[in-house]
């Protein structure tokens, strides 16, 4: 029996990165001189989204599935919006590695959680945002 | 960011919802046009965990104890120190583990250590004042989370074990700013090291979580420095 509130985590991981698969698809071709950044990422989500199903399967638990489609935050009307939204979806997807770190039942779990949040962070500063005190606990900021 | 993202992410906001296509790569996900039902779905998604501020374990309907021990003091306030509390002191508080008091000790000492490093950067060279201030803040924000985690009894701003060595600890500053830029590339990537070591042995998930989030930023800080390219 595989440890639920882990198996919550993960999910909530895929869940995030479905998203974040979404938005950069959407922000990507927006990105100007940045657009090869945007397709890497973009690529590095789809790659991350498969392992965490692999994750989820391996711990008989069914992946949950992205959602038709999302609303944006903002208008991507260009390079600084699309910027603005990348930074959106790293800090969205930082908390959920954030709290995949909480909900770990093992250390391979956790480490991996707290690897995906330090890129996030780094990604964070990629996009041209400042560093953050606390990334992925945006209540304490 | 935080505020923005509030604003932005309730479903019950209205506006300035785009039309977006398709994202290429991505078929099958339509964008949805109904912004309601939109929302509440990246609500659900990327950050409902954020927005409704519910742990992990709360969203998996766990119940009882930390599943590892973890010390954190409920919405009451009243959990008592271990030094202070007998073993089987009144019923709902929790004490921190005595695995992860050491853990935060050490890691609060690696906090006061940098700072340290910080203070006297400035103190040498007063005009990386400004450059420096913003890091310095943050730093004093993971001192005093870590403080809170390790004590959450205390007063706001009493002792830990770990400050007390490291009041008057000297600090040598290279006499060049570049330099001494440098040093505090070095300093940050030694502290996040050290807090990555401690994630992975805190009993807390909450502990473990604070642990992955002060690593981050300050490998941020790293790269923010000079010391390192961001990845992707």
């Known amino acids: 029996m595989a440890d639920q509130s882990e198996v919550a985590a993960l999910q909530q991981a895929l869940a995030g990165v479905h998203a974040a698969c979404w938005g950069y698809g959407v922000l990507g071709p927006r990105l100007g001189d940045d657009e090869a950044r945007g397709t890497a990422t973009y690529q590095l989500y789809r790659s991350l989204r498969n392992q965490l199903i692999g994750l989820l399967r391996a711990r008989s638990a069914d992946p949950v599935a992205a959602q038709s489609g999302y609303a944006l935050p903002f208008q991507v009307t260009g390079p600084d919006t699309a910027r603005r939204l990348a930074v959106h979806l790293e800090d969205g997807c930082a908390a959920v590695f954030a709290d995949l770190v909480a909900g770990a039942a093992g250390s391979d779990v956790r480490t991996f959680g707290a690897r995906l949040l330090h890129d996030c962070a780094q990604r964070r500063l990629g996009w041209g945002a400042e560093p953050v005190a606390f990334p992925g606990m945006p209540e304490k900021r | ?232």
Do not use: W
């Open chain 2, 1 to 232: 960011m935080t505020a923005h993202y509030k604003a932005r992410c309730c479903h019950e906001c209205s506006g300035n919802v785009a039309p977006v296509t398709a994202p290429t790569g991505e078929p099958g996900h339509t964008p949805t046009t109904a912004p309601g039902l939109g929302r509440r779905r990246i609500l659900r998604t990327t950050f409902f965990a954020t927005v409704v501020g519910l742990p992990v374990a709360s969203l998996a309907g766990c119940t009882g104890a930390d599943r590892s021990g973890d010390g954190r003091s409920d919405a009451s306030g009243t959990t008592h120190s271990p030094r202070s509390a007998p073993p089987d002191s009144t019923a709902a508080p929790r004490a921190v583990p005595d695995a992860d008091r050491q853990v935060l000790a050490t890691a609060t000492q690696a906090e006061s250590r940098l700072l340290a490093t910080y203070a006297a950067t400035v103190e040498k060279h007063p005009d990386l004042q400004a450059k420096l201030a913003g890091y310095i803040h943050r730093h004093q924000q993971h001192l005093a989370a870590l403080r809170a985690a390790a004590n959450p009894a205390a007063a706001p701003g009493s002792p830990v074990d770990a400050d007390r060595s490291d009041q008057g600890a000297q600090v040598s500053v290279a006499a060049s700013a570049t330099a001494a830029l440098s040093g505090l590339v070095n300093a940050e990537r030694v502290t996040a090291t050290a807090h990555g070591s401690g994630l992975r042995t805190a009993k807390g998930s909450d502990n473990a979580r604070l642990l992955a989030s002060i690593a981050a930023c300050e490998s941020s800080h790293v790269t923010a420095l000079g010391g390192g390219s961001a990845v992707a």
